[in-house]
């Protein structure tokens, strides 16, 4: 029981790492593009 807690707790952390992840990635992509815009 402790085990599988352990593990939902790992994978809970590595799908909030990967969406931060990819909000971060998706943020700069807009940022660079808005550069380029007005460049």
């Known amino acids: 029981m402790k085990k599988r ?3 939902v707790v790992v994978v809970a952390i590595l799908i909030g790492l990967i969406i931060i ?11 660079t593009l808005r550069h380029k815009k007005s460049g």
């Open 21 to 31: 992840a990819y909000a971060h990635n998706k943020q700069k992509k807009t940022i």
């Open 5 to 7: 807690y352990v593990f």
